[in-house]
């Protein structure tokens, strides 16, 4: 199994995903202790991820992090789009500094539109709705890719660490594979870790919330960010604690400033050896690892390297359409737009394919299936926030006491709340967006 971000394909068995992957389950004990977690997060619609930790530390220690995620500007806004977008609101709350790329360049690579097009959907569709949901514009930096030189040069520079045939099989290029798509995921990779640049707020953890067809990016951006550290910590084959210099210059030089950092430390029992551009801690303990890791880190930025953190990610589950099948902009009757009426919304909700019996006898009799309804899926996703109001509808549904029609009506009102709200807002924020732009 491959993933390819370009597709339409959902990627439904998310166990296996994790399994194949080896993303890693995005159990409780990484949210109970943020504040206030979302529901997006409370509810297992974030499956999974890649290096959360290094956030809920963050979060824990008062330390700085950052958010980056990334808007592919094409065509309209859906309920779908709408989770990053509602993730990144809550994060903002929490105090993450928040980073947000229009994806002009990817766009044009990998699609038919031209800069200009998807300057048009970001300015007019893309950024007034993240601000009518509640993003503070204020307090957060939107940029273009086509426009942000330090993207662009990262991109190129840290491709040094990659591979034709890395690249291959990662994304099955092919000789028919134009060259702006195949630098595109470089583009990707200068966008999430860009914002480390001392420029743009120093090395610190930076989360990257995406859909789990961005995997393969979110790889290549880990990968890199490694590829490029001038040290290594690790635990040798014979079990001991090494620092090694991963670079072919300055050796002594970076075997120095490690060693001054290792007293500074108070590691007593060094034994260097340049030969190996290694020094080995034999007073050191595997908790110590990432505390030297760190520091080490630190210092890169003042050696000629990047000290780069690898960047952390999770991954949502996608919304089922309306119709049963993918929520996708090319088939209009399986998503909710943000930019719909109430009367096209609620009128989609209300064919809309959902968990029920096909009679009403046999519903009352057997129940519904919640967990297969995609009327429950807007509840879970997008409309209801009080988790025990949920549960009551999960679990009178699953006892035949509810009916579907009911579910829709009361679905109805909530979206055409919810739009109605969107709509005022949207239209405030469209009148002062240029002022925002990075
Ligand atoms: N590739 C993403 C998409 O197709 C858009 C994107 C560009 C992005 N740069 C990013 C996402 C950086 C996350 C982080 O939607
Ligand atoms: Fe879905 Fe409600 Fe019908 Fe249950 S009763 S299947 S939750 S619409």
Not at 264 to 269: A, R, S, Y
Request: overall charge positive; some cysteine.
């Amino acid at each position: 199994m491959k993933i390819d971000p370009w597709s339409s394909t959902i990627y439904q068995d998310y166990s296996r995903l994790r399994d194949e992957f080896g993303i890693e389950e995005f159990s409780k004990n990484l949210w109970k202790d943020l504040p206030k977690p979302h529901k997006l997060l409370r509810r297992g619609v974030i499956f999974g991820h890649r290096g959360f930790k290094l956030i809920t530390d963050s979060v824990k220690k008062k330390k700085p992090w950052a958010i980056l995620t990334g808007l592919m500007p094409s065509g309209k806004m859906h309920l779908g789009h709408k989770m990053v977008i509602d993730e990144v609101i809550y994060y903002q709350t929490i105090g993450a500094d928040i980073n947000i790329a229009v994806a002009d360049i990817e766009a044009f690579a990998t699609r038919s539109y031209t800069l200009e097009e998807t300057k048009e959907f970001a300015l007019n569709e893309y950024i007034p709705n993240y601000i009518a949901l509640g993003l503070n514009p204020k307090k957060c930096r939107i940029y273009f890719q086509s426009k942000l030189q330090e993207v662009k040069d990262l991109g190129y520079i840290l491709g040094k660490k990659i591979n034709w045939s890395q690249m291959q099989a990662t994304y099955g290029f092919n000789g028919q594979t134009n060259m702006a798509h195949i630098f595109s995921p470089l583009v990707q990779t200068g966008d999430i870790l860009h914002v480390q640049l001392e420029k743009f707020g120093g090395n610190r953890p930076t989360l990257v919330p995406v859909g789990v067809d961005q995997d393969p990016h979110i790889r290549l951006s880990r990968d890199i960010a490694q590829a490029h550290r001038l040290y290594n910590v690790t635990v040798t084959k014979d079990n001991k604690i090494g620092v090694f210099v991963k670079v072919d210059k300055d050796i002594s030089k970076l075997l120095d400033n490690a060693e001054k950092i290792l007293n500074d430390l108070n590691f007593k029992k060094l034994k260097r050896i340049t030969e190996y551009k290694a020094i080995y801690i034999q007073d050191a303990i595997d908790e110590d690892i990432k505390k030297i890791d760190e520091k080490l880190a630190k210092i890169e930025t003042k050696l000629g390297g990047y000290g780069f953190f690898q960047p952390s990610a999770t991954f949502h589950r996608f919304m089922t359409g309306l119709t049963g099948e993918k929520m996708s902009s090319s088939k209009p009757e399986s998503a909710i737009f943000l930019t719909d009426s109430s009367k096209e919304a609620i009128k989609k909700i209300m064919q809309s394919k959902t968990g029920g019996a096909v009679t009403l006898e046999e519903q009352k009799k057997h129940g519904g299936k919640p967990d297969i309804c995609v009327v429950y899926e807007l509840f879970l996703y997008h409309l209801i926030e009080d988790d025990k109001e949920l549960k009551e509808i999960f679990s009178s549904c699953k006892d035949g006491k509810k009916t579907c029609g009911q579910c829709k009506k009361y679905a109805s009102e909530l979206i055409d709340k919810l739009l109605k709200d969107i709509k005022i807002k949207r239209e405030e924020a469209k009148d002062k967006i240029k002022q925002y732009l990075d």
